[in-house]
């Protein structure tokens, strides 16, 4: 591997906005691998990505496959990535400039001490189209900053303080080795691509800089209410490959670690129950109970019955109370997931 870092663009009919994140990334120089994925786009995707490549031979590839979503795209990047680490940007996302710099300076002299760190974590920024408001979710209150650590030496993550895949750039060689192979055709998968391979990492580093932009509020983003609920079942897909992965905490034996992933299993599993309930339909509700009985018929008893009690935080134990149409609505305003 000669580049120091590879990052991966899935565009899927992004010719309105994939410029300005590519152009953001291209401040990185040869040290850099731009992967950009033309995910079977019917607009002018294929030919801006080409443009790239053309002029930028050094830094940028084109890949053009046929439409496999958001996950198939990833692992088109995963599979054909020569870097040393390894991140997502997401087309209609960006990087700021001085943050990736810094951050490239420090992989850079993991490679040159020959320091494997298996993770670098970032700070990311919820960019608001609706109303131009910016917030920054930042992690100095949980990791031991500008130093390698383990999973060990973490403190307790806030609930709106979980690994994104905004804010992580793992070791290429990590994911490769945990097997990781998201499912195609299918949103979402990026709470697969942060749970996954958690536990074959043991080195970590936090740098407090503001790296990722994470665009939102677009009607057409997967994240709005209303398209989540139309894909809920591949919401429900997401949440049982989350469900299979691990037996906690008998899977993952750091506590730490274990109980960092048993919160944000626990976490998704609300957020897909709520979808289900706000909908408002009899389908809806029996999906709902169905994920539960999943969990139940295919967990360690301990470990579904910690997470049922857990729950009880999130959602109603009567599905078509009000109380998860207010919890919902008072966490969105809150946080601005979406």
Same mark, same amino acid.
């Given at each position: 591997m000669d580049k120091i870092l590879t990052i991966t663009v899935p565009c899927y009919n992004s010719q309105d906005y994939m410029r300005k994140c590519i152009d953001s990334l291209l401040s990185g120089g040869n040290d850099v691998e731009i992967i950009i994925v033309d995910d079977g786009s019917s607009d002018q995707t294929a030919a801006i990505a080409d443009g790239y490549a053309e002029q930028y031979p050094d830094m940028c590839r084109a890949i053009h496959q046929p439409n496999k979503g958001h996950g198939g795209a990833v692992n088109t990047g995963i599979r054909n990535? =020569?870097?040393?680490?390894?991140?997502?940007?997401?087309? +209609?996302?960006?990087?700021?400039?001085?943050? &990736? $710099?810094?951050?490239? +300076?420090?992989?850079?002299s993991f490679r040159d001490e020959d320091e494997k760190v298996d993770i670098f974590?970032? #700070?990311?920024?919820?960019?608001? *189209?609706? +109303?131009? /408001?910016?917030?920054?979710i930042g992690y100095r209150n949980v990791f031991p900053k500008n130093r390698i650590f383990n999973w060990s030496q973490t403190k307790h993550f806030r609930i709106d303080q979980n690994l994104l895949m905004h804010s992580v750039i793992y070791r290429t060689e990590v994911l490769r080795r945990s097997g990781l192979k998201l499912p195609e055709h299918t949103f979402y998968v990026d709470n697969l691509f942060v749970y996954i391979p958690l536990p074959y990492t043991s080195t970590l580093y936090y740098m407090d800089i503001d790296l990722y932009r994470y665009f939102i509020g677009r009607e057409d983003q997967s994240v709005t209410t209303a398209n989540m609920i139309n894909r809920i079942d591949q919401q429900i897909r997401v949440n049982k490959l989350m469900i299979d992965a691990y037996d906690l905490p008998e899977d993952v034996p750091n506590r730490r670690l274990s109980g960092y992933m048993f919160n944000y299993l626990t976490m998704i599993t609300c957020i897909t129950s709520m979808l289900l309930t706000i909908s408002g339909t009899?389908? #809806?509700?029996? !999906?709902?109970?169905? $994920?539960? =009985? &999943?969990? /139940? +018929?295919?967990?360690?008893?301990?470990?579904?019955? !910690? *997470?049922?009690?857990s729950a009880r935080g999130w959602i109603s134990t009567q599905p078509k109370s009000n109380l998860t149409r207010r919890v919902y609505a008072i966490a969105r305003k809150i946080y601005r997931f979406n």
């Amino acid at each position: 591997m000669d580049k120091i870092l590879t990052i991966t663009v899935p565009c899927y009919n992004s010719q309105d906005y994939m410029r300005k994140c590519i152009d953001s990334l291209l401040s990185g120089g040869n040290d850099v691998e731009i992967i950009i994925v033309d995910d079977g786009s019917s607009d002018q995707t294929a030919a801006i990505a080409d443009g790239y490549a053309e002029q930028y031979p050094d830094m940028c590839r084109a890949i053009h496959q046929p439409n496999k979503g958001h996950g198939g795209a990833v692992n088109t990047g995963i599979r054909n990535a =020569q870097g040393l680490y390894f991140k997502v940007v997401d087309s +209609d996302d960006w990087l700021d400039r001085s943050a &990736y $710099l810094t951050a490239l +300076d420090k992989l850079r002299s993991f490679r040159d001490e020959d320091e494997k760190v298996d993770i670098f974590i970032a #700070n990311y920024v919820y960019e608001h *189209v609706s +109303d131009g /408001k910016r917030r920054r979710i930042g992690y100095r209150n949980v990791f031991p900053k500008n130093r390698i650590f383990n999973w060990s030496q973490t403190k307790h993550f806030r609930i709106d303080q979980n690994l994104l895949m905004h804010s992580v750039i793992y070791r290429t060689e990590v994911l490769r080795r945990s097997g990781l192979k998201l499912p195609e055709h299918t949103f979402y998968v990026d709470n697969l691509f942060v749970y996954i391979p958690l536990p074959y990492t043991s080195t970590l580093y936090y740098m407090d800089i503001d790296l990722y932009r994470y665009f939102i509020g677009r009607e057409d983003q997967s994240v709005t209410t209303a398209n989540m609920i139309n894909r809920i079942d591949q919401q429900i897909r997401v949440n049982k490959l989350m469900i299979d992965a691990y037996d906690l905490p008998e899977d993952v034996p750091n506590r730490r670690l274990s109980g960092y992933m048993f919160n944000y299993l626990t976490m998704i599993t609300c957020i897909t129950s709520m979808l289900l309930t706000i909908s408002g339909t009899e389908e #809806n509700l029996e !999906k709902r109970r169905r $994920l539960w =009985q &999943y969990f /139940k +018929d295919t967990k360690p008893p301990r470990m579904y019955r !910690k *997470v049922k009690l857990s729950a009880r935080g999130w959602i109603s134990t009567q599905p078509k109370s009000n109380l998860t149409r207010r919890v919902y609505a008072i966490a969105r305003k809150i946080y601005r997931f979406n």
